[in-house]
């Protein structure tokens, strides 16, 4: 049980609660990074990557850099540095298992989204994370992606989120991560 009541489990419920794509909107999407989408990746410092396990697990991470740390290798192909971080290794242990991704491409005060969704492996090849050193830091190895679906989506949730209006953002009233961490480890805190 799902806990959910009323859930479509069918393309013809989905139908049934959606409009079809229009034309052009479907037409958006392409096989391979243009001139155009390739200018956005340039610009971006931030990419959400997406991936997920064998068993159907998912997670998103969060990858930043200065504009242009991800490199467009070829109109098929990207290189994602992977830094040192938490070394909980959630995205690397995914896609050893299961190469799809999902990137979704965010620019700071444009509220457009680019999405390049493909297949990825986990690399350290030298010619590719010498390539991505970033500020003299050289990545642990390079997630290379190999482009299947190129397209930008449309501005309507940034917009409604107000993310890069800054009268929107007002006091944040939510505990700081810190404090969230504490509450988690005192969670997972062993026994005495």
Not at 41 to 62: E, K, M, N
Not at 84 to 99: E, R, Y
Not at 139 to 148: K, M, N, S
Request: charged letters at 20%; a negative charge; one cysteine or more.
């Amino acid at each position: 049980m799902n806990g959910f009541a009323h859930v479509l489990r069918t393309p013809e419920e989905l139908a049934a609660h959606y409009r079809p794509a229009s034309e052009l909107v479907a037409r958006k999407k392409i096989d391979h990074v243009d001139e155009g989408a390739a200018a956005l990746i340039a610009a971006s410092p931030f990419v959400l990557l997406a991936t997920s396990g064998a068993d159907g697990r998912c997670t998103v991470s969060p990858r930043g850099g200065e504009p242009g740390f991800v490199r467009v290798l070829d109109p098929h192909r990207l290189a994602v540095p992977d830094y040192a971080g938490n070394n909980l290794l959630d995205s690397a242990h995914h896609l050893l298992a299961n190469p799809h991704v999902g990137l979704m491409f965010v620019l700071p005060g444009r509220a457009e989204i680019l999405r390049v969704e493909g297949r990825a492996v986990l690399t350290v090849d030298d010619a590719v994370l010498d390539g991505a050193a970033d500020q003299g830091r050289r990545p642990v190895a390079a997630i290379g992606v190999t482009v299947e679906s190129v397209f930008v989506h449309c501005a309507a949730s940034l917009r409604r989120a107000g993310l890069w209006e800054p009268d929107t953002w007002g006091r944040v009233e939510a505990p700081t991560t810190a404090e969230v961490v504490r509450g988690h480890l005192a969670i997972t805190a062993p026994s005495p």
